[in-house]
Structure formats: structure tokens, C-alpha cells
């Protein structure tokens, strides 16, 4: 059996060609960074890779990670900018002992040194999206803080190793250097060949207080099909932030376990994933989250496919 799942409608053409090495009998790394590239590459998602939208400084800081559910080994990096994919910077850092996790100025060395590809990242339509978002906040009292859609990746070759990926470029106008949970182990993501792998996307800040990525893995491990994991670890988590605090950013994770059975869970209205497993073709669901938190998932419709594209290309006007 092989699978992989992903967060958002943004990851289908991306876990489509990570599907073609799975069947191929390629391997779990291989497949989840191509994947994870394809996303990052294309310019139209705005919160991840090229095109994704700047700091508040208008800089495009980017986060990323890799987990090989085998070894328990991890790659991360974090605020690092102007090289082309930083999955496969992360991926590389997981074959290190030390140094594993590298930030900013000292990941963009890294890079240099490693000969990773040095991209501008920051796009025209990017700048576009920056200066409209300045005006709105100078004109009414909104939060700039808007798109913060990480795509985070579970995947299981047909060897039963698993591996677990993410990508961004966070926050909409954060702070300089503001880091969120997508390169954060065990919050943003996780993986354990024997347990299982999961992601999360949201409020960076709400999903590292509670450790999500590897509470669902550790649930699965306990016996819990996937869906069940998901659904126990995000209620949980939006109950406690919800008594402590008054309220729950947005969680939203994934997870897929050795067998190739998968989950979803959201806070939120609006949750999008993508899947595909050796019996299921690449297919896009959106998510309702009852009352009770129970998620279910509907297929979605090529009319919502069609209009989710057009919005992602509209022209933008400032």
C-alpha cells in the first residue's frame, strides 16, 4: 500500500506527482519533496514558496521541514530567504547529526554552500498584495494578518516507510524573523514509519501549544484509526485554548498510518485536502465540521475547482 495526503486544494497537483514515483515503487522522501516543490514553485499560492506574501518589511521569509519516519531523522528551516525550495534544504539537513535545524542568515549559508538554488522570491503580485493590504489596515481597523496556508504533506511508499513535510512562508506581515509551527517537530509536523505521519496547517502560534503533529502520531500508535486521532487531538486542543484563553486560532491537521487509512480535522470552516492512495486517483475534499466536532468530507465539485483557480489568478487591484 501507498498514499499521500496534503493540506488545501493547492497541494493536488503536487501529491499527483509524488503519486507517479509511489507507484513506481520509488521512495517516501523522494516522492513528498517533489510534491512539496511543486507547490512551492508555483507562483499563484500566496503562502508558500515563490509568490508567497512578505514580512512586514515586504521580505519573503520562508519555513520548511522533512521527517523520515524511519530514522527519526529531521531537517528544518526557518526565516530563510531567497532560495527556491526550501524542502529540499530541509531534506538535506536531515542527513546531518548536528546542525539540523538552521535559521535565517546561517540557513541561507547552508544553502549557498550546499549549492541550492537562490531565487528572488518575492514576486510583483506579491508587492501588489502588500501595498493593498497597507492601504486596507491605514483605511479601517483589520488585522494584516491573513493567509497563513501551510501545505503539509504525510506519505507511505510501498516499503512502509513514511515521511512528513511542510512549507511556508507564514504569516502575512509578521514580525521579521516570526516563526510559526511548520518547522517546528512534533507541532507543525511528524512522522514515525511504525505509528504513523501527520501535518498541520493554522495559527502557527495555537497549533505549537499543544505539540498537534505528534499527539496524533502517538494516538495512532496507541491503536486509533487516523480520522479518530485527528478529530480527539484538534477538539481537545480548541476545548483547552478556548477555557484557558477565551479563544482557538485555526487547526487544521492530517495524518495517514502504516496502512494507508488517513484523517482530517478542523476547527475551522473552509478546510480544504487533497489525497491519493494506490486505490483512490488524486482528489480534492472539502471539510464540515459539525458541532460536536465530528468532520465530514465531500468531494469537491469542478465548479469550486474551476473558482478556486480563478480567485488564486484574479488580477489584483490595489
Known amino acids: 500500500m501507498w498514499g499521500m495526503i496534503a493540506t488545501w486544494r493547492m497541494a493536488v497537483e503536487g501529491i499527483t506527482k509524488g503519486s507517479e514515483l509511489l507507484k513506481a515503487g520509488k521512495d517516501a522522501g523522494d516522492a513528498i519533496e517533489t510534491a512539496i516543490r511543486e507547490v512551492e514553485d508555483f ?3 500566496k503562502s508558500v514558496g515563490y509568490g508567497g506574501l512578505p514580512n512586514e518589511e515586504m521580505e519573503v521569509e520562508m519555513d520548511a521541514a522533512f521527517m523520515d519516519g524511519d530514522t527519526l531523522d529531521i531537517g528544518a528551516v526557518a526565516a530563510i530567504k531567497d532560495f527556491a525550495n526550501p524542502v529540499s534544504i530541509a531534506r538535506r539537513l536531515s542527513h546531518e547529526k548536528v546542525n539540523s535545524l538552521l535559521v535565517a542568515e546561517g540557513a541561507e549559508k547552508f544553502a549557498h554552500k550546499e549549492g541550492f538554488e537562490r531565487k528572488n522570491m518575492l514576486t510583483d503580485r506579491a508587492k501588489a498584495h502588500y501595498r493593498k493590504r497597507v492601504k486596507e489596515v491605514a483605511a479601517q481597523e483589520i488585522k494584516p494578518y491573513s493567509g497563513h496556508d501551510t501545505v503539509g504533506m504525510a506519505c507511505l511508499d510501498m516499503t512502509g ?3 512528513a513535510a511542510t512549507s511556508t512562508s507564514g504569516l502575512f506581515m509578521k514580525k521579521k524573523g516570526r516563526v510559526g509551527d511548520s518547522p517546528i517537530s512534533g507541532s507543525g ?6 505509528r504513523g505521519a501527520a501535518s498541520a496547517t493554522g495559527l ?3 497549533l505549537m501549544k499543544g505539540c498537534i503533529s505528534y499527539e496524533i502520531v502517538r494516538l495512532m500508535g496507541e491503536g486509533m484509526h487516523p480520522q479518530e486521532a485527528c478529530e480527539t487531538a484538534v477538539n481537545k486542543l480548541d476545548a483547552q485554548l478556548k477555557e484557558r484563553r477565551g479563544q482557538a486560532g485555526d487547526l487544521s491537521l492530517i495524518a495517514m498510518n502504516p496502512k494507508g487509512e488517513w484523517g482530517v480535522a478542523t476547527n475551522i470552516e473552509g478546510f480544504s485536502f487533497a489525497v491519493v492512495t494506490e486505490n483512490q486517483e488524486p482528489t480534492v475534499y472539502l471539510v464540515t465540521r459539525g458541532e460536536d466536532g465530528h468532520c465530514t468530507f465531500e468531494v469537491a465539485s469542478e465548479e469550486w475547482m474551476e473558482n478556486y483557480m480563478k480567485t488564486r489568478m484574479a488580477p489584483i487591484e490595489e
Open 204 to 206: 502557527g502560534e495555537d
Open 189 to 194: 509536523f511528524y512522522a514515525d514509519s511504525k
Open 161 to 163: 516507510k513514511m515521511t
Open 43 to 45: 507562483p499563484y499560492y
